[in-house]
C-alpha cells in the first residue's frame, strides 16, 4: 500500500516540478525581452530609415541587407539568404478618383482612392457612369446594365463578427476577384469599398487576381468615408466617375528570403521555424503588417542567445519575401526544405499586428492540440487566454502542405488591426512598444516550449 501512495503522489511532484522549471525559463526569457529587448528599435530602422518595401522595390532589397545585418548582430549561430523570384509590380503613379457628374449636372468631388495591388492602370483618364451593387447576388441580378460601366461594391465587413478576420475573410473575395467578376460583363473599371471598418478616410490597398479569361480592367479601393458617400449617393441620383491609375508590372525580379539559425544540440537536422514576412505595401511603412513579425522574429533570437539557452532543435528565423502579392518567400522554403528532405517539426509565424497578445492559432491535430492547450497556464501570466484551430501564417502555410509541419500564429488582440492594415497609416507610431514585446515573449515562450518537449 505505501508504494502504491508513493507512486500516485510522485507524478503530481514530477509534474509540478517540471512546470516550475519551465515557469522560471519563460520568466527569464520574460525579463530579458521586457528589459532589454531590441524590438522597438529595430522596428523604428526598418520603418523609419527603409520604408514601404513591396516585393521588387530597392526598398525591398535595402530591407534584406538590413534584416541580413540586424540578424548576425543579434546572435545568429550563421545567416544566410535564399533566393527566389519575386514579382515587381509597380504603382507608377498618384491613384485619382473623381466624381464628374450627377443627374446630368457638372461637379468635381475628388474621392480618397488607392490603386489594387497588381491592377493595371488605366493608360488614360476613364470616364464613365457608376453602377454600385452591393454584393456578387446584386451584380448578377444586374448584369445586363454593366457594360461600358464603372462597377462599384459595397461590400463591406459584417460589424456583428466579433473577430475581424472572420469579416476580412467574408468580403476578401471583393477585392481579389471583383474586377475580372464584373470585367465578364464589360465592366471597364472597379471600385471597392476598402476592406475596414476604421473611421478615418484612409483608403485600404491590398492584391487582386485576375482571370485570364476576361479583359484586365483597372481596379481602386475607396476610404470608409468616401465609400459612405458614395453609396448614399447612388440610392438617390446617377452619376458618372473618372478614375486615373497607373499600375505596371516589370519582369519578376530577384528576391530573397532572410534566414538565420540557431543550432540544435540534439537534433541540428530538425528544424523548428519562426518568422514574419520582411515585404509590404508602399503607401506605408509596413509597421504592423509586418513589420511587428520581422523584429519579434528577430528578438526571439536575441533573447534566447541572451539567456544562454541551448535549443535541442535547430530553429530558423526567417524574414520572408513577397507574402502581400505572391507568397514567393514561403513558398521557397518549403520548395528548399523539400529538396534537401529537411525534417521540420513546428513553425509559427506572427503576421496579424503587433498588438496586445491573446494566445495562438494553430493547425495542428487533436493530439497536438491537447499538448499545446496544456502549456496555457504557463502562457497566460503572459497574456495568451486561448488556443484556437484556425491555422497558421500564409507563409508556413507551404511547409504544411508540402509535409503536413505543425504549425501556428500568434494572435494578439484583432479589433484595431483593419484600420491600418494596408493603409497609410500603418506606421511606426501606431505601435506599443510593450504590446510589440509581450508579443514577442509569448511566441519565445511557445517556441521554447516546442523545442522542448516536441510536439
Not at 496555457?376 to 484556437?388: M, N
Amino acid at each position: 500500500m505505501k508504494k502504491i501512495l508513493s507512486a500516485l503522489f510522485a507524478l503530481p511532484v514530477c509534474a509540478m516540478a517540471q512546470q516550475t522549471g519551465d515557469s522560471v525559463m519563460i520568466r527569464r526569457l520574460s525579463d530579458e525581452i521586457m528589459r532589454n529587448g531590441k524590438a522597438y528599435d529595430l522596428l523604428y530602422q526598418l520603418t523609419k530609415q527603409i520604408g514601404g518595401r513591396l516585393a521588387g522595390s530597392p526598398q525591398f532589397a535595402q530591407a534584406v541587407k538590413w534584416g541580413e545585418a540586424s540578424m548576425q548582430r543579434n546572435g545568429a549561430d550563421n545567416v544566410f539568404l535564399q533566393q527566389c523570384m519575386v514579382p515587381h509590380w509597380v504603382r507608377g503613379g498618384t491613384d485619382r478618383a473623381v466624381i464628374m457628374e450627377v443627374d446630368g449636372k457638372k461637379t468635381s468631388r475628388q474621392l480618397d482612392v488607392l490603386a489594387l495591388g497588381n491592377s493595371l492602370g488605366t493608360g488614360k483618364v476613364i470616364s464613365s457612369e457608376v453602377l454600385c451593387v452591393a454584393d456578387f447576388d446584386e451584380l448578377e441580378r444586374r448584369k445586363e446594365e454593366v457594360k461600358g460601366k464603372i462597377v462599384y461594391y459595397n461590400a463591406g465587413f459584417d460589424p456583428t463578427n466579433i473577430k475581424p478576420f472572420v469579416s476580412y475573410g467574408q468580403s476578401g473575395i471583393y477585392r481579389r476577384s471583383g474586377a475580372s467578376r464584373a470585367a465578364k460583363y464589360g465592366a471597364v473599371g472597379v471600385m471597392i469599398r476598402s476592406l475596414t471598418e476604421s473611421t478615418a478616410n484612409n483608403p485600404h490597398t491590398g492584391a487582386m487576381q485576375y482571370n485570364d479569361s476576361f479583359p484586365k480592367i483597372p481596379a481602386i479601393a475607396v476610404g470608409p468615408r468616401d465609400a459612405d458617400e458614395v453609396w448614399a449617393l447612388s440610392r438617390k441620383s446617377r452619376f458618372s466617375m473618372g478614375m486615373l491609375t497607373y499600375g505596371y508590372f516589370m519582369p519578376d525580379t530577384i528576391g530573397h528570403n532572410v534566414v538565420a539559425e540557431l543550432k540544435g544540440t540534439e537534433f541540428p537536422d530538425q528544424y523548428i521555424t519562426v518568422g514574419g514576412h520582411l515585404d509590404s505595401w508602399d503607401v506605408n511603412e509596413g509597421a504592423h503588417d509586418d513589420g511587428t513579425g520581422v523584429v519579434q522574429t528577430i528578438e526571439i533570437m536575441r533573447a534566447l542567445k541572451a539567456i544562454g539557452y541551448k535549443p535541442k532543435h535547430t530553429i530558423r528565423f526567417v524574414l520572408f519575401a513577397n507574402e502581400e502579392n505572391g507568397l514567393r518567400g514561403g513558398t521557397k522554403y518549403a520548395e528548399e526544405a523539400k529538396a534537401k528532405n529537411e525534417k521540420h517539426i513546428f513553425a509559427l509565424e506572427s503576421d496579424a499586428g503587433g498588438f496586445t497578445p491573446r494566445g495562438f492559432s494553430l493547425g495542428v491535430n487533436k493530439t497536438q492540440l491537447a499538448k499545446v492547450k496544456s502549456w496555457l497556464p504557463l502562457l497566460s501570466p503572459y497574456g495568451a487566454e486561448e488556443i484556437t484551430e484556425d491555422g497558421g501564417g500564409a507563409d508556413i502555410g507551404p511547409l504544411a502542405r508540402t509535409f503536413g509541419t505543425p504549425v501556428g500564429e500568434l494572435n494578439p488582440d484583432p479589433q484595431r488591426y483593419f484600420d491600418l492594415h494596408h493603409a497609410r497609416s500603418d506606421v511606426f507610431e501606431n505601435v506599443n512598444k510593450r504590446e510589440l514585446l509581450l508579443g514577442a515573449v509569448n511566441m519565445a515562450a511557445l517556441i521554447y516550449l516546442v523545442d522542448k518537449y516536441g510536439l
